[in-house]
């Protein structure tokens, strides 16, 4: 039988994985807001630990499984630790995507003033934490007013997307700006997709 005490150190070390990406994600929006090349630099190159940590798991995950071969609720901990492993390295390649290109914008005069895509990644960063709240807790209640959240989150995407077409349609000198905040907030919709996946892990009680 499998210690309960594996079981608490793997779940511990993907929270610690979970941690490393939220703060990769806030920075990335933080650089992005405040034109920070310094730290959009740092999350780009911070990134390569959030990979180191995935793999660790993953490979942890699948040795816990072939020494010890967990049932029931320790096999279930361990497989959605191994998937959620991978949305967060998901997560963390967003996060250095939206840095790349915060690099190549302030490089450049500002577009427009950012008034939606905060707000987007603000809704997605209360996403990010509520979804590791469900694999910490167990608690998939969190996932209707996740849903919820999300939605609002497309909303504002198709909102952004418009308003940027708009922008290049005024000028050819926009379009570089334009497309680039586009696939920011291609990124930041992105991030609030993998979030409802972890949460839907446990939407039907799958630690029980």
């Known amino acids: 039988m499998i210690p309960l005490s594996v079981v608490e150190e793997y779940k511990e070390n993907l929270m610690k994985m979970s941690i490393l990406v939220t703060d990769l994600f806030d920075k990335s929006v933080y650089a992005l807001i405040n034109r920070d090349l310094d730290i959009a630099k740092k999350v780009i190159a911070d990134d390569k630990l959030a990979d180191e940590m995935r793999n660790a798991i993953v490979e942890k995950g699948t040795l816990i499984i072939g020494e010890y071969a967990p049932i029931g609720r320790f096999l279930v901990e ?4 191994i998937l ?8 963390g390649d967003d996060s250095k995507k ?5 690099i190549e914008l302030i490089k450049e005069p500002m577009l427009k003033p950012l008034i939606d895509l905060p707000k ?5 960063e209360d996403l990010l934490r509520k979804s590791m709240s469900t694999y910490s807790g167990g608690d998939g209640k969190v996932l209707d007013e996740m849903v919820e959240s999300e939605n609002e989150v497309d909303r504002i995407y198709e909102m952004v997307e418009d308003e940027l077409k708009l922008y290049m349609m005024e000028s050819p000198k926009n379009v570089s700006r334009a497309l680039r905040l586009i696939m920011i907030s291609q990124r930041i919709e992105e991030i ?6 972890i949460a839907s892990l446990y939407s ?5």
């Not at 987007?120 to 997605?124: N, R, S």
């Not at 609030?192 to 996946?197: E, N, Q, T, V």
């Open 78 to 81: 361990i497989r959605n630790g």
């Open 120 to 124: 987007m990644a603000k809704i997605t």
């Open 98 to 102: 939206i840095s790349y290109q915060t």
């Open 192 to 197: 609030a997709d993998l979030c409802l996946k």
């Open 84 to 91: 959620i492993a991978n949305f967060l390295e998901m997560i």
């Open 204 to 208: 039907t009680g799958g630690n029980s």
